[in-house]
């Protein structure tokens, strides 16, 4: 599957974005959706993931509350609400998927990649 993902950009601090990912190549419903961010000088870290049906969902507990992903599989897409935005939340943010059930807040765990969205929280 090859994903693309949209919808970063600057946001003032207390702000919000949605970003998107798309996907082609596969049957969407098959895999587990997940989004991770790297901020810059540090090691990408895990912030949601959501499973094939979109009937349980995951956060980082940076993020708890004020994040929320979803999917549309008719749309073959992923989303990522994010609300109150801080400057910690600055990063570049990864969709990521895996086929198969459940669940994981492990990158290594996913098998595709999308290239990467930036996200810039100004203070």
């Known amino acids: 599957v090859q994903l693309q993902a949209s919808g970063g950009g600057l946001v003032q601090a207390g702000g919000s974005l949605r970003l998107s990912c798309g996907a082609s190549?596969?049957?969407?419903?098959?895999?587990?959706m997940g989004w991770f961010r790297q901020a810059p000088g540090k090691e990408r870290e895990f912030v949601a993931c959501?499973?094939?049906?979109?009937?349980?969902?995951y956060y980082a507990d940076s993020v708890k509350g004020r994040f929320t992903i979803s999917r549309d599989n008719a749309k073959n897409t992923v989303y990522l609400q994010m609300n109150s935005l801080k400057p910690e939340d600055t990063a570049v943010y990864y969709c990521?998927?895996?086929?198969?059930?459940?669940?994981?807040?492990?990158?290594?765990?996913?098998?595709?990649w999308g290239q990467g969205t930036l996200v810039t929280v100004s203070s």
């Open positions: 990521a998927a895996y086929r198969t059930a459940g669940w994981s807040p492990y990158e290594n765990r996913y098998d595709y």
């Open positions: 190549g596969d049957t969407f419903s098959s895999y587990v």
């Open positions: 959501i499973t094939r049906t979109g009937e349980r969902t």
